[in-house]
């Protein structure tokens, strides 16, 4: 059986520090003015004394049914055996179509490659060693979780069991594959 | 609390420009002018003689849709690459089917063009394309039609194009392909009779002038009623899509649609029609209204374009 690659982010334990982001630009070579991770702090919300922040996590939700794929015209846009959704630098003309359909814009175009770029959980790099992606490894909180969904033994499926979780944006049928574990305080909103 | 995520300038929603709006009124005047050409020869009964207005049309629907390529080729990031467009195609995606459509339609509206203005080539210092134009001649017929019915996919894909993308609710409509068939039609219409006014010398009294006008009326009531189920449709289904409602009232895409979209494109080319004839058949006022089209629809593709973007679901 193929892998199904998931994240889990907690967001009680994220504290908004950015260091997933800078591990990120570092492990891919993220050029200068565009991200592929960004964790926006939102708030505060609530009533003094109980304020508390949402920490949003913007990257690539690996849609099941990616919005993204079925509009790029060349195919260079595709998901790849294990779920990833993934980008043949080679094949893509820039047409931006997919930067536009990603409803959580999370697509931009490199200024070095002219391709359409995101984040692919280090596909090519970190995973391929058979490592987390660098986000992972660099939370300082413990904060996020990857894995094999498919796995029953993973730390993933245990968590997407036993916690209450949500995804982005699951109206408009995209089935993404980053999971949020909302704050306690908050209530569940996408 | 001050941003410590860094630069936002990626996520700015609206992705496509104003380019890509031009792109889209060139296709839609195009079609819509190569529609109303073909239309009219089939519907009349003088099948020998090339009236001004199929001269027009045989002319600006390749000249337009050229321009709308060029567009869209230097709005691609990497414009040199545009040929993998051309031999990767995803059937999934309207965009490749739409590559599929322009691919077969731009040569055979240039065929077409040499088909009938084969008479009027030697005036332009282009007779060299006579002996392609004779060689065309007996396949006249069968590139009319193929013509046609490209012409309305054309003119519709551009609609589906970015009603395809759910993320944008003013977009992910049902009414967008036929919304922009019909005002292909109504800039295709005034396209014609400015080409065929000036280039043509065609008479403003002209049975098929007169003919041409007598279809402008239920065109702008198509495009009033089809922008009326857009926004029915926003307003019935609530939520984020009723908050696109707001592009109506506040912003700059505000002031397009009612003075450009509304005012513009629509009021007077009506008001016009309440002239009395012979205002009405002056040469200037002819005209005065159809470039008052041109803008209101050059104007729609602008606020559907940069409107239906800057709400997200």
Same mark, same amino acid.
């Given at each position: 059986?193929?892998?199904?690659?998931?994240?889990?982010?907690?967001?009680?334990?994220?504290?908004?520090?950015? #260091?997933?982001?800078? #591990?990120?630009?570092?492990?891919?070579?993220?050029?200068?003015?565009?991200?592929?991770?960004?964790?926006?702090?939102?708030?505060?919300?609530?009533? #003094?004394?109980?304020?508390?922040?949402?920490?949003?996590?913007?990257?690539?939700?690996?849609?099941?049914? #990616?919005?993204?794929?079925?509009?790029?015209?060349?195919?260079?846009?595709?998901?790849?055996?294990?779920?990833?959704?993934?980008?043949?630098?080679?094949?893509?003309?820039?047409?931006?179509?997919?930067?536009?359909?990603?409803?959580?814009?999370?697509?931009?175009?490199?200024?070095?490659?002219?391709?359409?770029?995101?984040?692919?959980?280090?596909?090519?790099?970190?995973?391929?060693?058979?490592?987390?992606?660098?986000?992972?490894?660099?939370?300082?909180?413990?904060?996020?979780?990857?894995?094999?969904?498919?796995?029953?033994?993973?730390?993933?499926?245990?968590?997407?069991?036993?916690?209450?979780?949500?995804?982005?944006?699951?109206?408009?049928?995209?089935?993404?594959?980053?999971?949020?574990?909302?704050?306690?305080?908050?209530?569940?909103?996408? | 609390?001050?941003?410590?995520?860094?630069?936002?300038?990626?996520?700015?929603?609206?992705?496509?420009?104003?380019?890509?709006?031009?792109?889209?009124?060139?296709?839609?005047?195009?079609?819509?002018?190569?529609?109303?050409?073909?239309?009219?020869?089939?519907?009349?009964?003088?099948?020998?003689?090339?009236?001004?207005?199929?001269?027009?049309?045989?002319?600006?629907?390749?000249?337009?849709?050229?321009?709308?390529?060029?567009?869209?080729?230097?709005?691609?990031?990497?414009?040199?690459?545009?040929?993998?467009?051309?031999?990767?195609?995803?059937?999934?995606?309207?965009?490749?089917?739409?590559?599929?459509?322009?691919?077969?339609?731009?040569?055979?509206?240039?065929?077409?063009?040499?088909?009938?203005?084969?008479?009027?080539?030697?005036?332009?210092?282009?007779?060299?394309?006579?002996?392609?134009?004779?060689?065309?001649?007996?396949?006249?017929?069968?590139?009319?039609?193929?013509?046609?019915?490209?012409?309305?996919?054309?003119?519709?894909?551009?609609?589906?194009?970015?009603?395809?993308?759910?993320?944008?609710?003013?977009?992910?409509?049902?009414?967008?392909?036929?919304?922009?068939?019909?005002?292909?039609?109504?800039?295709?219409?005034?396209?014609?009779?400015?080409?065929?006014?000036?280039?043509?010398?065609?008479?403003?009294?002209?049975?098929?002038?007169?003919?041409?006008?007598?279809?402008?009326?239920?065109?702008?009531?198509?495009?009033?009623?089809?922008?009326?189920?857009?926004?029915?449709?926003?307003?019935?289904?609530?939520?984020?899509?009723?908050?696109?409602?707001?592009?109506?009232?506040?912003?700059?895409?505000?002031?397009?649609?009612?003075?450009?979209?509304?005012?513009?494109?629509?009021?007077?080319?009506?008001?016009?029609?309440?002239?009395?004839?012979?205002?009405?058949?002056?040469?200037?006022?002819?005209?005065?209204?159809?470039?008052?089209?041109?803008?209101?629809?050059?104007?729609?593709?602008?606020?559907?374009?940069?409107?239906?973007?800057?709400?997200?679901?």
């Amino acid at each position: 059986m193929n892998k199904r690659y998931v994240m889990v982010h907690d967001e009680n334990k994220c504290i908004g520090c950015q #260091a997933c982001n800078i #591990a990120c630009r570092s492990e891919n070579n993220v050029p200068e003015g565009v991200t592929r991770l960004q964790v926006r702090v939102e708030g505060p919300f609530g009533e #003094a004394p109980h304020l508390h922040f949402k920490y949003n996590r913007v990257s690539c939700q690996q849609c099941e049914n #990616a919005p993204c794929v079925s509009v790029c015209p060349t195919g260079a846009a595709y998901i790849d055996e294990n779920g990833l959704v993934s980008i043949h630098n080679d094949k893509c003309v820039g047409c931006q179509y997919c930067v536009a359909a990603c409803p959580y814009k999370v697509r931009f175009i490199n200024p070095i490659t002219k391709a359409a770029d995101k984040c692919n959980f280090c596909k090519d790099t970190r995973l391929a060693r058979g490592e987390q992606p660098a986000c992972v490894t660099a939370c300082p909180t413990d904060a996020l979780y990857f894995g094999d969904a498919n796995d029953s033994q993973s730390e993933v499926a245990l968590l997407l069991n036993t916690k209450i979780t949500y995804q982005e944006k699951t109206h408009l049928g995209t089935k993404p594959r980053v999971y949020r574990i909302p704050t306690k305080r908050g209530g569940i909103e996408s | 609390m001050n941003n410590t995520w860094g630069d936002m300038a990626q996520y700015d929603p609206v992705t496509w420009n104003w380019v890509i709006a031009v792109y889209l009124f060139m296709a839609g005047l195009s079609a819509g002018s190569v529609l109303i050409g073909i239309g009219m020869r089939w519907y009349s009964r003088d099948k020998q003689t090339e009236s001004p207005i199929l001269k027009a049309a045989a002319l600006i629907g390749p000249v337009a849709i050229s321009l709308g390529l060029a567009c869209l080729v230097f709005d691609l990031t990497k414009p040199f690459h545009f040929w993998l467009i051309l031999v990767n195609y995803n059937f999934q995606s309207v965009m490749a089917i739409g590559v599929a459509a322009l691919l077969a339609y731009s040569p055979l509206g240039i065929a077409y063009a040499l088909i009938v203005l084969k008479d009027d080539l030697p005036k332009w210092k282009l007779g060299f394309l006579s002996g392609i134009a004779d060689l065309l001649m007996p396949f006249r017929k069968i590139i009319e039609v193929l013509l046609f019915i490209l012409a309305i996919g054309v003119g519709a894909y551009t609609g589906f194009l970015i009603s395809a993308m759910n993320a944008y609710p003013m977009l992910n409509t049902a009414v967008l392909p036929a919304l922009f068939l019909v005002s292909g039609l109504s800039a295709g219409a005034a396209a014609n009779l400015v080409v065929a006014l000036l280039m043509f010398n065609t008479d403003t009294h002209s049975p098929e002038v007169a003919k041409m006008h007598r279809i402008e009326l239920p065109v702008i009531i198509a495009e009033m009623m089809f922008l009326v189920m857009l926004f029915s449709a926003l307003y019935f289904t609530g939520g984020s899509a009723a908050t696109a409602l707001a592009s109506l009232n506040t912003g700059i895409w505000a002031s397009v649609f009612w003075i450009g979209v509304v005012g513009i494109g629509f009021a007077i080319p009506l008001l016009a029609m309440l002239l009395p004839s012979s205002a009405r058949h002056s040469k200037a006022l002819m005209l005065t209204v159809a470039c008052c089209s041109l803008t209101g629809v050059l104007a729609l593709r602008h606020f559907i374009v940069y409107a239906g973007q800057s709400y997200i679901s």
